[in-house]
């Protein structure tokens, strides 16, 4: 069993940045894939971004250039550093841990989530 607690959600003004915080518990961090995923108001949830055991990384086209993703085993943490921030990124986002990673944004791959930390973005 794996969980997971967000940080670092806030209300930023367009233009500005945030890192997000995954923190995982357990001592088996390491062999899963991470990803992000992020839910507007009213909308479906959406892949953001992901990065595999091996750090490879994925994003979204919409948020290529503005977001990267990364981890830190030895803190049992991935994050999201998210600049540049426009209103439509306005949303509640979520960290997930999978096992196996097949097609990245495909939420039935992932296997635990965490609550969620709302970023809210100004215009």
């Known amino acids: 069993q794996v969980q997971l607690v967000e940080s670092g959600g806030g209300l930023v003004q367009a233009g500005g940045s945030l890192r997000l915080s995954c923190a995982a518990s357990g001592r088996t961090f390491s062999t899963y894939a991470m990803g992000w995923f992020r839910q507007a108001q009213g909308k479906e949830r959406e892949f953001v971004a992901a990065?595999?055991?091996?750090?490879?990384?994925f994003y979204a086209d919409s948020v290529k250039g503005r977001f990267t993703i990364s981890r830190a085993n030895a803190k049992n943490t991935v994050y999201l550093q998210v600049n540049s921030l426009k209103p439509e990124d306005t949303a509640v986002y979520y960290c997930?841990?999978?096992?196996?990673?097949?097609?990245?944004?495909?939420?039935?791959?992932?296997?635990?989530w965490g609550q969620g930390t709302q970023v809210t973005v100004s215009s």
């Open positions: 990065i595999g055991r091996g750090y490879s990384t």
């Open positions: 997930a841990a999978a096992r196996i990673l097949g097609v990245v944004a495909a939420e039935r791959n992932y296997d635990y």
